[in-house]
């Protein structure tokens, strides 16, 4: 008999091992890694239903407030009876407006008014400023790589033990100052709560969650490899089973192939000539809000698992990654010139954790004449690259492997820290490689 | 590297000279600062070869290590680098006043003021580069865990009294070096590179001779030539004419005339030793002096043009006026300085060699608290580096155009006036994003509600200018706060028609981070408790330490 790989049985066996050492298991920790889309948030919220249930009071760290926001709403529509409570800051506007209808959400800038609740959510940042005479007995800690190790310093003392979810393939936390100082202490300041935590707990079980559900079948062979190569992922769904296809024919322009090829083979590299440009390249943003005009103009349609019908490519299932900040406003504004408003464009490290149908990346080393540590890290790439259900697309200048190999990594090796691998420079080259099997190039 | 300073880089490169990227000075300048030019030897981390050091431009000591293999030679350039430099920090530890700062009461817990003695004014070490900075993070750290024969009578090399003081002091300069803005120990590189942007690259920046040239290129000359010439020119023994800042010396000084000398100070030295009565001994007694004195010479040739460079240096800054908020941040370092000096007095341990997981949490957050302090303070305090900002959509700039008032919902309306601001900046503003301005030195808050279409209303400000100009963005505001408590508005606390006004992306004032736990409290996930701190030895012998 052979053996048939069956995604779906994988992820719950996965999961119920999670699951079993954190309600019943004897370590203070548990972590667990997820890659892109591996249902990262679905695993949160059940764990937290169950302990909710097994009546052990639980408090749950975020990072952001739309992730708190966003977990808040998912426990709410698994389980409305549910007493949760929202910490908040006591800045204007402090959570999303949509909880105020949910009857069993109770919001307050202060720990003391949430007290018996079941589950107490909260950012990292406001969870630094509770005090507690007895802490909760158990904590769950979300997007932990993306945490910093003093930040979990801030809030370890309130849980006696703590379920750790994050994907350590994504954008590694940042100090805007020099920490080299710290290198290879086992608890830099400066690095992921979990890279501390397990350098003073090396027993504590670590899971893996083997199966990607957002990213299709053309995908995750090219991100597994590039950004895991030691933990591979499999995606949840097969060729095939997703299908994205364009009612308007393409008018032979280099977008228009572009997105054609997209939508057959899932990935599509638009390539403008070499240049060095400015980071703002008028040229390439012209381009990538072009193909977005153009996604949008076609009338794409996509049919997946979740759907036997083709829904519609609309623009909220769009977005176009970047990675400065200046790049996505000068993306935003050329788009609304065309007439395109209600495209998501920002950073990679915020769309960490969004998914959408067909995703637009400028590519971070496109035009430039230098390849910093910055615009190598894995993490970026990685983010921009696997934020896609269907397809995506890469606008870039030629010239980006030659550059590469002017620049290979220089950044000081530090004594006692983990080399991190693969390293940027190894991982652009593996994305590159592959997609230079679908290039199209520029031809407005 | 921001926009405006590529530009400004373009700039001086294009005429020849460093163009200013500041019209004030972001770093307090003592009006008596100690400056130390420190050598090292090659090969040997931390084995200083001499230095020159004083707060007076035409009378610098020169303390110099004749054979920097012989610790006892280097314990006696410590001993004396230890009396010129300490009795400079107690002229500033002595003289003081009454202060207050919030302390947690042992016995009810609560914040309380207390009275406590914060010094005048600061000492300040100035550097002539980063190298040379490390080079005092080094060598505090070679001194501090060094025992004295009083501390430890059975210490088998003991250290001159004063000089594990010295280390400790040292290492505060070096440590408090670290904290963004702060002016207790400078480099002149980066103070220079801070005012000026030169047309090289920043790494080549921190050669202070090409830094120089850059400024103040000598008459009839570019920057750019005698910046190279600063570089590379050698005289007709292979010597470089400007010799680098150090504390690393140019190889060619250290082949073709430091070893010569070391030889012959090492004969000499051996030959005293072998001497078989006094005649003799004072014979050779006179060759040793002369080897050490072409010992200093060679020292003293090496580190002098740095030392003038660096006063130079000094000079070209002064002559910009202090920027408004300096004096907020020196204070910081006055707190700083006599924080230490009260934990010296209170016979407290030398700093340990590893920070604990809380104490580095602590510092990193208080340094990316002075970092975000420093930025806003430096755009706040200088237009031009405002302009930058502006430039890169984190600010903008403009004319009032209308004022309408308006209020907040709620049983107590206050006001909420909205302003309309033209602008030709082109701010990255989200929904509803915050804006402040500076109002008197404090910071007032608006909300971007926003842009106003309607450019083409007549008003002869409005839309594109007769010459087909862009006249800009029109933006809308609400004015959130410091109005008083009253319905209206208190006096010039709303822009009016026709104000100029600027306004940030980015806060003015940083909050206060967490609190974290205290040492002994560390958490599971970081180790636990660092348990007793117990005093730490200096770094043990090897025998390579031993001549």
């Given at each position: 008999m052979t053996a048939v790989f069956d995604p779906g049985a994988a992820a719950t066996e996965a999961t119920d091992a999670i699951l079993r050492d954190t309600l019943h298991g004897t370590a203070r920790g548990v972590v667990v890694d997820s890659?892109?889309?591996?249902?990262?948030?679905?695993l949160v919220v059940r764990a937290a239903l169950e302990l909710a249930d097994a009546g052990r009071p639980l408090m749950v760290v975020a990072q952001t407030n739309a992730q708190v926001d966003d977990l808040v709403l998912r426990l709410a529509e698994k389980n409305p009876e549910l007493p949760v409570g929202r910490l908040h800051s006591s800045d204007a506007d402090p959570y999303d407006k949509a909880l105020d209808d949910l009857p069993n959400v109770r919001k307050s800038a202060k720990a003391g008014d949430l007290g018996g609740l079941s589950v107490v959510i909260s950012t990292a940042a406001k969870w630094a400023h509770v005090k507690v005479d007895e802490p909760w007995r158990h904590a769950i800690v979300d997007e932990a790589y993306q945490m910093r190790s003093d930040s979990l310093l801030a809030v370890a003392g309130l849980f006696e033990r703590a379920l750790f979810v994050g994907d350590p393939g994504q954008l590694d936390p940042f100090s805007i100052v020099g920490s080299e100082q710290w290198a290879g202490l086992s608890y830099d300041p400066s690095a992921s709560a979990v890279t501390t935590l397990l350098a003073h707990n090396p027993a504590l079980p670590q899971h893996r969650l083997p199966v990607s559900w957002r990213l299709p079948a053309s995908a995750a062979p090219l991100v597994s490899d590039a950004f895991y190569p030691y933990t591979p992922f499999r995606s949840g769904t097969d060729h095939g089973d997703r299908h994205l296809s364009f009612g308007v024919p393409s008018d032979g322009s280099g977008p228009d192939r572009v997105i054609d090829e997209a939508a057959e083979s899932g990935w599509g590299l638009l390539e403008l000539p070499?240049?060095?440009?400015?980071?703002?390249?008028?040229?390439?943003?012209?381009?990538?809000?072009?193909?977005?005009?153009?996604?949008?103009?076609?009338?794409?349609?996509?049919?997946?698992?979740?759907?036997?019908?083709?829904?519609?490519?609309?623009?909220?299932?769009?977005?176009?990654?970047?990675?400065?900040?200046d790049q996505a406003a000068a993306v935003r504004a050329a788009l609304a010139e065309l007439g395109v408003t209600d495209v998501t464009v920002d950073t990679a490290n915020r769309l960490q954790g969004r998914e959408y149908d067909v995703t637009v990346v400028l590519h971070p080393l496109s035009g430039r004449p230098d390849a910093t540590a910055f615009h190598l890290e894995t993490g970026r790439l990685c983010v921009l690259t696997s934020r896609h259900r269907h397809a995506c697309i890469v606008v870039c200048r030629a010239g980006v492997s030659e550059l590469l190999d002017d620049y290979p990594s220089t950044e000081p090796v530090q004594l006692g820290t983990l080399v991190k691998f693969p390293d940027g420079w190894e991982a652009n080259h593996a994305v590159l490689a592959r997609l230079a099997e679908h290039r199209v190039a520029w031809r407005p | 590297m921001s926009l405006i300073a590529t530009l400004a880089r373009l700039e001086a490169v294009s005429t020849g000279r460093a163009q200013p990227i500041a019209t004030v000075r972001h770093r307090r300048l003592s009006e008596r600062p100690l400056v130390f030019v420190p050598l090292t030897t090659a090969g040997e981390a931390g084995a200083p070869l001499g230095a020159l050091v004083?707060?007076?431009?035409?009378?610098?000591?020169?303390?110099?290590?004749?054979?920097?293999?012989?610790?006892?030679?280097?314990?006696?350039?410590?001993?004396?680098?230890?009396?010129?430099?300490?009795?400079?920090?107690?002229?500033?530890?002595?003289?003081?006043?009454?202060?207050?700062?919030?302390?947690?009461?042992?016995?009810?817990?609560?914040?309380v003021k207390v009275e406590v003695e914060l010094c005048a004014d600061a000492p300040q070490l100035i550097l002539p580069s980063r190298a040379g900075v490390d080079f005092v993070r080094l060598l505090g750290r070679s001194m501090r865990f060094r025992r004295t024969a009083e501390q430890d009578p059975e210490t088998p090399y003991p250290a001159p009294p004063r000089v594990p003081l010295l280390g400790r002091w040292l290492t505060h300069f070096g440590e408090r070096a670290r904290v963004p803005g702060s002016s207790l120990l400078l480099a002149m590189t980066d103070v220079l590179a801070r005012h000026w942007a030169t047309g090289q690259s920043t790494l080549e920046d921190q050669h202070l001779g090409a830094l120089l040239a850059w400024i103040a290129p000598p008459q009839g000359e570019t920057g750019a030539e005698a910046a190279l010439r600063a570089e590379l020119a050698r005289d007709a023994q292979g010597q470089l004419l400007c010799p680098p800042a150090g504390p690393a010396t140019d190889p060619a000084f250290d082949n073709k005339l430091l070893a010569p000398a070391f030889e012959r100070y090492d004969r000499a030295r051996t030959a005293l030793a072998a001497a078989e009565d006094g005649l003799e001994a004072d014979d050779r007694l006179g060759d040793l002096t002369a080897a050490e004195r072409e010992i200093r010479a060679l020292v003293e040739s090496r580190t002098r043009p740095t030392w003038d460079a660096v006063w130079r240096g000094l000079d070209l800054v002064r002559e910009l006026p202090e920027a408004g908020r300096v004096e907020e941040r020196w204070t910081r370092d006055r707190w700083s300085f006599t924080g230490h000096r009260d934990r010296v007095a209170a016979g407290e341990p030398p700093q340990p060699r590893r920070d604990d997981a809380v104490t580095a949490a602590n510092k990193l957050a208080a340094r990316e608290r002075e970092q975000a302090r420093l930025e806003a303070q430096e755009a706040l305090d200088d237009p031009l580096v405002m302009a930058g900002r502006r430039l890169s959509g984190e600010a903008f700039a403009g004319e009032v155009t209308e004022v309408v008032m308006a209020y907040s919902e709620g049983k107590r309306p206050s006001p909420r006036p909205l302003v309309t601001v033209r602008t030709d900046d082109r701010p990255h503003l989200g929904e509803r994003a915050k804006v402040f301005r500076s109002l008197g030195g404090k910071p007032q808050s608006a909300e971007f509600v926003g842009y106003e279409e309607a450019l083409d209303k007549g008003d002869e400000d409005g839309g594109v200018g007769e010459d087909g100009r862009?006249?800009?963005?029109?933006?809308?505001?609400?004015?959130?706060?410091?109005?008083?408590?009253?319905?209206?508005?208190?006096?010039?606390?709303?822009?009016?028609?026709g104000d100029l006004v600027c306004f940030t992306l980015f806060e003015h004032e940083q909050r206060g981070g967490a609190k974290l736990p205290d040492p002994e409290e560390t958490p599971w996930t970081h180790g636990g408790p660092p348990g007793e701190q117990v005093s730490e030895a200096a770094d043990p012998l090897t025998e390579e330490d031993v001549l």
């Amino acid at each position: 008999m052979t053996a048939v790989f069956d995604p779906g049985a994988a992820a719950t066996e996965a999961t119920d091992a999670i699951l079993r050492d954190t309600l019943h298991g004897t370590a203070r920790g548990v972590v667990v890694d997820s890659p892109p889309g591996a249902g990262k948030s679905t695993l949160v919220v059940r764990a937290a239903l169950e302990l909710a249930d097994a009546g052990r009071p639980l408090m749950v760290v975020a990072q952001t407030n739309a992730q708190v926001d966003d977990l808040v709403l998912r426990l709410a529509e698994k389980n409305p009876e549910l007493p949760v409570g929202r910490l908040h800051s006591s800045d204007a506007d402090p959570y999303d407006k949509a909880l105020d209808d949910l009857p069993n959400v109770r919001k307050s800038a202060k720990a003391g008014d949430l007290g018996g609740l079941s589950v107490v959510i909260s950012t990292a940042a406001k969870w630094a400023h509770v005090k507690v005479d007895e802490p909760w007995r158990h904590a769950i800690v979300d997007e932990a790589y993306q945490m910093r190790s003093d930040s979990l310093l801030a809030v370890a003392g309130l849980f006696e033990r703590a379920l750790f979810v994050g994907d350590p393939g994504q954008l590694d936390p940042f100090s805007i100052v020099g920490s080299e100082q710290w290198a290879g202490l086992s608890y830099d300041p400066s690095a992921s709560a979990v890279t501390t935590l397990l350098a003073h707990n090396p027993a504590l079980p670590q899971h893996r969650l083997p199966v990607s559900w957002r990213l299709p079948a053309s995908a995750a062979p090219l991100v597994s490899d590039a950004f895991y190569p030691y933990t591979p992922f499999r995606s949840g769904t097969d060729h095939g089973d997703r299908h994205l296809s364009f009612g308007v024919p393409s008018d032979g322009s280099g977008p228009d192939r572009v997105i054609d090829e997209a939508a057959e083979s899932g990935w599509g590299l638009l390539e403008l000539p070499a240049r060095h440009t400015p980071r703002t390249d008028p040229e390439a943003v012209r381009a990538v809000a072009t193909v977005v005009r153009r996604l949008l103009d076609r009338g794409g349609a996509a049919t997946s698992e979740r759907s036997p019908d083709p829904a519609p490519l609309t623009a909220d299932r769009i977005a176009v990654g970047t990675a400065h900040r200046d790049q996505a406003a000068a993306v935003r504004a050329a788009l609304a010139e065309l007439g395109v408003t209600d495209v998501t464009v920002d950073t990679a490290n915020r769309l960490q954790g969004r998914e959408y149908d067909v995703t637009v990346v400028l590519h971070p080393l496109s035009g430039r004449p230098d390849a910093t540590a910055f615009h190598l890290e894995t993490g970026r790439l990685c983010v921009l690259t696997s934020r896609h259900r269907h397809a995506c697309i890469v606008v870039c200048r030629a010239g980006v492997s030659e550059l590469l190999d002017d620049y290979p990594s220089t950044e000081p090796v530090q004594l006692g820290t983990l080399v991190k691998f693969p390293d940027g420079w190894e991982a652009n080259h593996a994305v590159l490689a592959r997609l230079a099997e679908h290039r199209v190039a520029w031809r407005p | 590297m921001s926009l405006i300073a590529t530009l400004a880089r373009l700039e001086a490169v294009s005429t020849g000279r460093a163009q200013p990227i500041a019209t004030v000075r972001h770093r307090r300048l003592s009006e008596r600062p100690l400056v130390f030019v420190p050598l090292t030897t090659a090969g040997e981390a931390g084995a200083p070869l001499g230095a020159l050091v004083g707060t007076d431009r035409d009378a610098p000591h020169l303390l110099v290590v004749p054979q920097p293999r012989d610790r006892d030679l280097r314990f006696a350039f410590l001993s004396e680098l230890a009396d010129i430099v300490l009795p400079y920090i107690d002229t500033y530890a002595e003289d003081v006043e009454a202060a207050e700062r919030n302390e947690t009461d042992p016995e009810t817990g609560k914040r309380v003021k207390v009275e406590v003695e914060l010094c005048a004014d600061a000492p300040q070490l100035i550097l002539p580069s980063r190298a040379g900075v490390d080079f005092v993070r080094l060598l505090g750290r070679s001194m501090r865990f060094r025992r004295t024969a009083e501390q430890d009578p059975e210490t088998p090399y003991p250290a001159p009294p004063r000089v594990p003081l010295l280390g400790r002091w040292l290492t505060h300069f070096g440590e408090r070096a670290r904290v963004p803005g702060s002016s207790l120990l400078l480099a002149m590189t980066d103070v220079l590179a801070r005012h000026w942007a030169t047309g090289q690259s920043t790494l080549e920046d921190q050669h202070l001779g090409a830094l120089l040239a850059w400024i103040a290129p000598p008459q009839g000359e570019t920057g750019a030539e005698a910046a190279l010439r600063a570089e590379l020119a050698r005289d007709a023994q292979g010597q470089l004419l400007c010799p680098p800042a150090g504390p690393a010396t140019d190889p060619a000084f250290d082949n073709k005339l430091l070893a010569p000398a070391f030889e012959r100070y090492d004969r000499a030295r051996t030959a005293l030793a072998a001497a078989e009565d006094g005649l003799e001994a004072d014979d050779r007694l006179g060759d040793l002096t002369a080897a050490e004195r072409e010992i200093r010479a060679l020292v003293e040739s090496r580190t002098r043009p740095t030392w003038d460079a660096v006063w130079r240096g000094l000079d070209l800054v002064r002559e910009l006026p202090e920027a408004g908020r300096v004096e907020e941040r020196w204070t910081r370092d006055r707190w700083s300085f006599t924080g230490h000096r009260d934990r010296v007095a209170a016979g407290e341990p030398p700093q340990p060699r590893r920070d604990d997981a809380v104490t580095a949490a602590n510092k990193l957050a208080a340094r990316e608290r002075e970092q975000a302090r420093l930025e806003a303070q430096e755009a706040l305090d200088d237009p031009l580096v405002m302009a930058g900002r502006r430039l890169s959509g984190e600010a903008f700039a403009g004319e009032v155009t209308e004022v309408v008032m308006a209020y907040s919902e709620g049983k107590r309306p206050s006001p909420r006036p909205l302003v309309t601001v033209r602008t030709d900046d082109r701010p990255h503003l989200g929904e509803r994003a915050k804006v402040f301005r500076s109002l008197g030195g404090k910071p007032q808050s608006a909300e971007f509600v926003g842009y106003e279409e309607a450019l083409d209303k007549g008003d002869e400000d409005g839309g594109v200018g007769e010459d087909g100009r862009d006249a800009g963005a029109l933006l809308v505001l609400r004015v959130l706060d410091k109005m008083g408590r009253g319905k209206e508005p208190e006096e010039g606390s709303v822009p009016e028609k026709g104000d100029l006004v600027c306004f940030t992306l980015f806060e003015h004032e940083q909050r206060g981070g967490a609190k974290l736990p205290d040492p002994e409290e560390t958490p599971w996930t970081h180790g636990g408790p660092p348990g007793e701190q117990v005093s730490e030895a200096a770094d043990p012998l090897t025998e390579e330490d031993v001549l």
